[in-house]
């Protein structure tokens, strides 16, 4: 990798071998650093790798002016999150989540408090990536010395589900919002007989946040087979129309209809969920 520019004693931009730009975090790299040396791959601690050119920009901006520690501060609940999710997270999540949280520090050092309408979804949808950010704001505390809210720890949690989905936060947070509606419709359904406790509910529950979040980004989703809707509602009626009243209800809210194939894997996968 070559040295396009120091944004700062710890971080620079450079190229790799394919030309792509790349921003490099490492301790003391941007004081030593040149434009056109190569760097010395044992002083790199971290490299971001960005999704276009103007994520690179963004990021080299928001980075050339924060302070060291809360980078530092951003890039350990990164790395937190990586251990405690099961799912990949999208580099995006150290240009948004370090975006978010020095104006969450700003808007607290003011005495701003904005509520999360959705605090209580979160906390019961997304257990995981709200604990990380409980972390987050543990972290926050004793670092810089300011107290966030659960608020707060819900919108870090957010940003966590746009990277772990590959979302925007105007679809991850339209989901949330029919999250509960929905389950509601799942755990009233009569003749289920789900099994809240079974190893197969929590990936039910999993596969209707993914089908949510990517009915409200407008994702296009290949399903073939459409044969296998028919197969499933002769096999599985209670659960078809369960699923069928479920897919419907996102429909309705989204305008994004969900394909008969995908709906009849939701069957499925509540029937998995009940009582054997």
């Keep these: 990798m070559k040295v396009l520019k120091a944004i700062n004693n710890n971080i620079v931009s450079c190229v790799d071998a394919d030309g792509k730009e790349l921003v ?14 190569v760097l010395d791959a044992a002083s790199v601690e971290k490299i971001f790798r960005m999704d276009s050119p103007e994520e690179v920009d963004r990021l080299k901006t928001l980075f050339a002016q924060l302070p060291p520690e809360l980078l530092e ?30 104006f969450a520090v700003r808007r607290a050092k003011e005495g701003m408090n904005l509520p999360n309408p959705l ?43 746009n990277a772990e989905f590959d979302s925007s936060m105007n679809a991850t947070m339209r989901a949330t919002q029919v999250l509960q509606p929905m389950v509601d419709v799942l755990v009233n359904w009569p003749g289920l007989g789900l099994n809240s406790k079974h190893l ?20 296009e989703r290949e399903w073939v087979g459409e044969t296998l809707a028919e197969t499933v509602k ?14 419907s209800y996102l429909t309705e809210k989204c305008g994004n209809p969900v394909p008969a194939a995908e709906q009849a894997y939701l069957a499925i996968c509540i029937h998995r969920a009940c009582i054997s």
């Excluded at 490099?24 to 040396?37: E, I, Q, S, Y």
């Excluded at 605090?119 to 949808?125: A, K, N």
């Design 234 to 247: 002769a096999h599985f009626p209670v659960e078809y129309a369960c699923a069928s009243a479920m897919t």
């Design 24 to 37: 490099v975090m490492g301790r003391g790299l941007g004081f030593r650093a040149r434009t056109g040396d």
């Design 119 to 161: 605090l209580t979804e979160v906390r019961v949808f997304y257990p995981i990536e709200f604990a990380v950010g409980k972390y987050a704001l543990e972290l926050i505390h004793n670092e810089l010395g300011v107290v966030l809210s659960d608020d707060e720890a819900a919108s870090i949690a957010l940003h966590l589900v």
């Design 73 to 102: 501060l951003c890039n350990l609940i990164v790395e937190h999150a990586k251990n405690a999710m099961a799912h990949r997270l999208n580099e995006s999540i150290y240009l948004t989540l370090t975006d978010h949280v020095q």
């Design 200 to 219: 197969f509910f929590d990936e039910l529950i999993v596969h209707v946040k993914f089908m949510a979040i990517q009915a409200f980004a407008c994702a």
